[in-house]
């Protein structure tokens, strides 16, 4: 899966922005929860919840000293070990103690009658649990279970246990919820540093997740707002390879979508615009080759109708047979030019395309060489080829004609002498030609001119011979330029293609 930089850049920002305001975000709740003073709130509620059940204990146990302290002061009575058997002097001895309007019970357990007489009794009875203690422990206690608070005295006759007098009473029912709330919420703060644990685990984890699903999330939206715009510039590079016939597929009504439809109308104009100027430009071109043609037509025809008046007008005189060996001598010489220049822009018209194959450019340009072994001796020759060159991708005829064309416009243009030089190296995936000559030399008007059609400067020339080169060069996707001085030289630079290269 390939992600562009313009996708991992969006999706970085987003996973920025992420990264700040979860931390930004934590930091202030936290404080929300800690309060505007700063001090934990957790701290503050810990502490009330400690000073409340501190408060309903000590409730509880001035309860259970209630019952406690009464039940010590049935038996301290002076007149509870006569009454110890009797249910009615027990009624009188706890009538006298207890406290009006109280909500107290009182039972007085005898273990050797094996039996119990409630007083004052609110319907509670006592839990089997404290009748089978109470014969185990002879030591005065109050304690609570449940809603229920008990205080307990033990009776002795002599140094044996004869009984117990237990006074209890029940909790008001809001008291005790409260206070099992409270050793709930006690209990939960006693776990609370592992709690903060589990929290800032859960925070950590969702910290990851978030950043995870931000990841994916940022991934998909920069993909979303990324592929139309790579798409768009997978086709203007279409477009610039040449192809004009390429279109973007356009999804959705938003701007971008306007975009890749304006850049397929785009498309559309720069085709109809090209083949318009394809057209005017073949257009313009044909008619400065029919223009030539006629001009280069329009001169041998001159000197052919002039040969032909003169024999007309000699006709019978003395002068006549040497006036016709002249005029028959012009005459063929000019329909032999105009043959050459039919037959010249006969194989310009059709050059037939490049068979090309892997082919040695040393071997070329040395066949190429060998055929201007005779030069004057004014003109000296110097070859540089270098070795071990790859391969190039070329039709050998063809590249050996344009080896001709312009080894024999080097001569050509030194014909008081000079260096004719001939240089081929390596350079990056190409291979380089270049001929140079210290001949005359070129105007830049000239050289601007040089590959047109029928521009020649040459009193014998057509003029295609260059044209013809530039054509095989751009057949075979290669390059050529000219750089020239007057008075100075010229120097041609030929770059082909090497076989790699091309297959690429």
Same mark, same amino acid.
């Given at each position: 899966?390939?992600?562009?930089?313009?996708?991992?850049?969006?999706?970085?920002?987003?996973? *920025?922005?992420? *990264?700040?305001?979860?931390?930004?975000?934590?930091?202030?709740?936290?404080?929300?929860?800690?309060?505007?003073?700063?001090? !934990?709130?957790?701290?503050?509620?810990?502490?009330?919840? +400690?000073?409340?059940?501190?408060? @309903?204990?000590?409730?509880?146990?001035?309860?259970?000293?209630?019952? +406690?302290?009464?039940?010590?002061?049935?038996?301290?009575?002076?007149?509870?070990?006569?009454?110890?058997? =009797?249910?009615?002097?027990?009624? =009188?001895?706890?009538?006298?103690?207890?406290?009006?309007?109280?909500?107290?019970?009182?039972?007085?357990?005898?273990?050797?009658?094996?039996?119990?007489?409630?007083?004052?009794?609110?319907?509670?009875?006592?839990?089997?649990?404290?009748?089978?203690? *109470?014969?185990?422990?002879?030591?005065?206690? =109050?304690?609570?279970?449940?809603?229920?608070?008990?205080?307990?005295?033990?009776?002795?006759?002599?140094? !044996?246990?004869?009984?117990?007098?237990?006074?209890?009473?029940?909790?008001?029912?809001?008291?005790?919820?409260?206070?099992? !709330?409270?050793?709930?919420?006690?209990?939960?703060?006693?776990?609370?540093?592992?709690?903060?644990?589990?929290?800032?685990?859960?925070?950590?984890?969702?910290?990851?997740?978030?950043?995870?699903?931000?990841?994916?999330?940022?991934?998909?939206?920069?993909?979303?707002?990324?592929?139309?715009?790579?798409?768009?510039?997978?086709?203007?590079?279409?477009?610039?390879?040449?192809?004009?016939?390429?279109?973007?597929?356009?999804?959705?009504?938003?701007?971008?979508?306007?975009?890749?439809?304006?850049?397929? @109308?785009?498309? =559309?104009?720069?085709?109809?615009?090209?083949?318009? @100027?394809?057209?005017?430009?073949?257009?313009?071109?044909?008619?400065?080759?029919?223009?030539?043609?006629?001009?280069?037509?329009?001169?041998?025809?001159?000197?052919?109708?002039?040969?032909?008046?003169?024999?007309?007008?000699?006709?019978?005189?003395?002068?006549?047979?040497?006036?016709?060996?002249?005029?028959?001598?012009?005459?063929?010489?000019?329909?032999?030019?105009?043959?050459?220049?039919?037959?010249?822009?006969?194989?310009?018209?059709?050059?037939?395309?490049?068979?090309?194959?892997?082919?040695?450019?040393?071997?070329?340009?040395?066949?190429?060489?060998?055929?201007?072994?005779?030069?004057?001796?004014?003109?000296?020759?110097?070859?540089?080829?270098?070795?071990?060159?790859?391969?190039?991708?070329?039709?050998?005829? +063809?590249?050996?004609?344009?080896?001709?064309?312009?080894?024999?416009?080097?001569?050509?243009?030194?014909?008081?002498?000079?260096?004719?030089?001939?240089?081929?190296?390596?350079?990056?995936?190409?291979?380089?030609?270049?001929?140079?000559?210290?001949?005359?030399?070129?105007?830049?008007?000239?050289?601007?001119?040089?590959?047109?059609?029928?521009?020649?400067?040459?009193?014998?020339?057509?003029?295609?011979?260059?044209?013809?080169?530039?054509?095989?060069?751009?057949?075979?996707?290669?390059?050529?330029?000219?750089?020239?001085?007057?008075?100075?030289?010229?120097?041609?630079?030929?770059?082909?293609?090497?076989?790699?290269?091309?297959?690429?």
């Amino acid at each position: 899966m390939h992600i562009s930089r313009f996708q991992l850049k969006l999706t970085l920002i987003f996973l *920025l922005l992420l *990264l700040i305001s979860i931390p930004i975000t934590t930091h202030f709740i936290w404080n929300l929860v800690k309060g505007q003073t700063g001090m !934990n709130v957790d701290e503050r509620a810990e502490a009330v919840l +400690q000073e409340a059940s501190e408060i @309903a204990y000590d409730m509880i146990a001035e309860a259970e000293a209630g019952c +406690q302290s009464i039940a010590e002061a049935i038996l301290s009575d002076e007149k509870f070990s006569a009454a110890f058997g =009797s249910e009615d002097g027990l009624e =009188s001895i706890v009538a006298e103690i207890m406290p009006p309007g109280s909500d107290l019970s009182v039972v007085i357990f005898d273990f050797e009658k094996k039996a119990a007489v409630r007083l004052s009794t609110g319907g509670e009875d006592v839990p089997n649990s404290i009748i089978s203690s *109470l014969k185990q422990d002879n030591a005065p206690r =109050s304690y609570q279970e449940g809603d229920m608070v008990y205080g307990v005295a033990p009776i002795f006759e002599g140094d !044996n246990l004869a009984g117990a007098a237990v006074v209890y009473r029940k909790l008001k029912g809001e008291l005790v919820r409260h206070i099992i !709330n409270l050793q709930n919420l006690l209990s939960i703060y006693t776990i609370r540093p592992d709690l903060d644990k589990i929290m800032w685990t859960q925070v950590v984890t969702m910290f990851v997740v978030l950043i995870i699903a931000g990841a994916i999330l940022g991934w998909l939206f920069a993909r979303g707002v990324t592929k139309p715009i790579l798409t768009l510039v997978a086709g203007t590079r279409e477009v610039a390879r040449g192809d004009l016939n390429h279109k973007v597929m356009v999804k959705g009504k938003d701007e971008i979508a306007v975009l890749m439809e304006s850049f397929n @109308a785009m498309t =559309s104009q720069l085709k109809a615009g090209r083949e318009r @100027a394809v057209r005017a430009e073949r257009l313009a071109a044909w008619r400065n080759v029919a223009r030539s043609i006629a001009h280069e037509i329009k001169n041998p025809l001159t000197p052919i109708q002039l040969s032909m008046y003169r024999l007309r007008k000699n006709l019978g005189s003395e002068r006549y047979g040497q006036i016709f060996d002249q005029a028959y001598t012009s005459i063929i010489n000019e329909v032999e030019n105009l043959r050459n220049m039919v037959t010249e822009f006969s194989d310009f018209a059709r050059m037939p395309k490049p068979r090309t194959k892997p082919t040695d450019p040393k071997e070329i340009v040395q066949d190429a060489i060998s055929l201007y072994t005779g030069l004057p001796d004014s003109i000296a020759l110097h070859t540089e080829l270098a070795d071990n060159l790859p391969q190039v991708m070329a039709d050998p005829d +063809q590249i050996r004609q344009v080896l001709h064309n312009l080894i024999g416009n080097a001569v050509d243009a030194m014909p008081d002498g000079g260096k004719l030089s001939v240089i081929m190296r390596q350079e990056i995936n190409n291979v380089v030609i270049e001929i140079s000559d210290t001949g005359c030399g070129m105007s830049e008007e000239i050289r601007e001119k040089m590959f047109t059609p029928y521009f020649t400067t040459k009193e014998t020339g057509t003029g295609l011979g260059m044209a013809i080169t530039a054509q095989i060069i751009e057949e075979h996707d290669g390059e050529i330029t000219v750089e020239s001085e007057e008075s100075v030289g010229t120097t041609v630079t030929v770059k082909l293609k090497t076989s790699e290269s091309a297959l690429w």
